[in-house]
């Protein structure tokens, strides 16, 4: 009900329900559910059934029921959705211990299911020895929340004191130790030292080495999913920043992030990592970041052609409702199972 299943079932199945085919013969449509149907004829109109980032052994339990019980009368697939890598997750990320200790039952599920869908070809490369059958579906934003996008070089551009953005959980790094995860010592340091010279502004997580400093950055608590796209423009930044570590973990992230920040009007600054690859400014060092940051921070002309360049280079991907991205996102599924839409 939070992040990835708000972003890839719940905002593309309010859209599939609206989604009508040019030859007027297709329709579409996706209903998202919190609690299981054990009622076999519930499935006897739908493609597919899916799971989203199913590990528990109740899950596993779920699945069984639909092998064993509702197949009996309609011969469903199963379908796993995830938008992480769910193994081998670095220690001082908190949801390391849960998937950890439901590892068995994640690889049964992926097993188990007809297919698999995922957001990225690093993700597709790791789970392909689970099952053989995987689907890309990059991320999307829905424009019916997040708006059109104003610019923000085009909107009082000259303030004394740039606003620079980080959105994100906890998960990026430790929520008992210092100096661990996607904010380095450096990074860290760097914020604490020009609090008096940009505003800093923190959604959500928030690094556990700035907690003292409440007083000097502003941090945002968590909104309503549904509310977060507004709370993100709301702050009007000038910058947005994406620190991530190089691990496999992070390597298999999707680049949701850049899409945000292109959303907002605003150019990123990225880390040199497989999401962000295509962006315009990676960063292989935090010093480098750092020096990204002051540049941009003291040249609206750059943030100019920045964010006009990172528009241009995830334009096609940015938005669910354009581009056709509804029409790949049903193909994508069809693909499975040997179909597509005329």
């Excluded at 709370?231 to 947005?240: L, Q």
């Excluded at 298999?252 to 962000?276: M, Q, T």
């Excluded at 096609?316 to 991205?325: G, I, P, R, S």
């Amino acid at each position: 009900m939070q992040g990835c299943g708000t972003i890839r079932v719940i905002y593309p199945y309010l859209l599939l329900n609206h989604f009508r085919h040019h030859s007027n013969k297709v329709t579409a449509g996706g209903t998202y559910l919190s609690n299981f149907i054990y009622d076999a004829s519930f499935y006897k109109n739908f493609t597919f059934v899916q799971f989203q980032r199913a590990a528990e052994e109740y899950h596993l339990s779920l699945y069984y029921y639909i092998i064993k019980e509702v197949r009996k009368s309609v011969k469903i697939p199963i379908i796993y959705e995830i938008d992480d890598m769910l193994f081998d997750i670095p220690k001082w990320n908190y949801a390391s211990d849960y998937y950890e200790k439901n590892r068995g039952n994640i690889e049964k599920l992926l097993e188990l299911s007809d297919a698999i869908i995922v957001s990225t070809v690093p993700l597709k490369k790791y789970f392909e020895k689970y099952n053989k059958k995987i689907s890309i579906v990059p991320n999307h934003l829905p424009k019916f929340v997040w708006g059109d996008i104003f610019p923000k070089h085009l909107n009082n551009p000259r303030e004394k004191k740039p606003r620079i953005v980080w959105a994100g959980s906890d998960n990026h790094f430790s929520s008992k130790n210092k100096k661990s995860g996607d904010f380095g010592e450096k990074l860290i340091d760097f914020i604490i030292k020009t609090t008096d010279k940009y505003e800093w502004h923190f959604i959500g997580g928030l690094p556990v080495d700035l907690h003292d400093y409440k007083d000097k950055i502003t941090h945002h608590s968590w909104v309503k999913i549904f509310q977060y796209p507004s709370c993100v423009k709301s702050i009007n930044a000038d910058i947005g920043i994406a620190p991530l570590s190089n691990c496999d973990f992070n390597r298999c992230k999707s680049n949701i992030k850049a899409l945000e920040y292109v959303a907002c009007g605003i150019p990123g600054v990225y880390s040199d990592v497989y999401p962000y690859k295509n962006m315009t400014i990676t960063c292989e060092t935090e010093e480098y970041m750092i020096s990204k940051i002051e540049e941009l921070a003291s040249n609206v002309d750059m943030r100019a052609k920045v964010w006009e360049k990172d528009y241009k280079r995830v334009e096609t991907q940015l938005w669910w409702e354009e581009n056709n991205n509804l029409k790949k996102y049903i193909d994508s599924y069809l693909n499975l199972f040997g179909k597509k839409l005329p």
